[in-house]
């Protein structure tokens, strides 16, 4: 395989992979030591991010903190959703049981990916995740499960902009689990622990 992506790929002794997305200016290594947190079985396959701002690897492009490169978004969800696909054979990954982990910038393409290509993924756990955009198709993610972390103090991503993503999933048939915790944009201890809980009862 000529991957599309750099990336780090972890082998599992289960079905499940994990496909962990960094926040800007993250890069592939970033997470594995959460992706091994929330399941100490998954295979774990994470890609860096290929747009830089200002040398900062992200998932797409934004005009402005909360304001994205629609274009460029739409782009970009493609591609990695692609890349996804193109992993399973190499990898022996099941695409059936592919969950999203992703945290800011890495949460928002997870969940555009959600919007755009829901066949990719058969849940995801968003950290700090905004709606990044509005589909233009009907949604159907009846079969999809969804686990969302946000932060009541988070000046990067409103909980009314956490809303607005979880009403969305909801409208669509997803089975979504918000926590609003008392905490800023970083991840807390806390959200490690609620977000294993959660996958540990898939
Ligand atoms: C984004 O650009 O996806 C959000 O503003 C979160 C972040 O700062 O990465």
Do not use: C
Not at 116 to 140: C, D, N, S, V, W
Not at 186 to 195: C, K
Request: no cysteine; proline share 7%.
């Amino acid at each position: 395989m000529t991957p599309d992506f750099i990336h780090e790929f972890v082998p599992g002794s289960s079905n499940r992979t994990l496909l962990l997305l960094h926040g800007t200016g993250g890069n592939e290594r970033d997470l594995i030591p959460l992706g091994r947190e929330l399941d100490p079985n998954a295979a774990l396959l994470s890609p860096r991010g290929k747009v830089l701002e200002n040398g900062m690897p992200r998932f797409f492009r934004r005009v402005a903190e909360g304001v994205f490169d629609l274009e460029d978004l739409q782009k970009r969800t493609h591609e990695l959703a692609d890349f996804v696909a193109a992993a399973a054979d190499p990898y022996d990954i099941d695409k059936k049981n592919i969950i999203a982990v992703g945290y800011s910038n890495g949460a928002n393409i997870a969940a555009s990916v959600l919007l755009l290509r829901p066949e990719t993924f058969a849940g995801a756990i968003l950290f700090r995740a905004m709606l990044p955009l509005e589909p233009q198709k009907p949604l159907e993610l009846a079969n999809v499960r969804v686990w969302i972390g946000a932060g009541n103090y988070d000046p990067i991503i409103p909980t009314s902009e956490t809303q607005r993503l979880v009403e969305l999933l909801r409208h669509a048939g997803a089975d979504v689990t918000v926590r609003f915790l008392n905490a800023g944009h970083a991840l807390t201890p806390e959200d490690i622990s609620l977000a294993r809980d959660w996958l540990r009862g898939l």
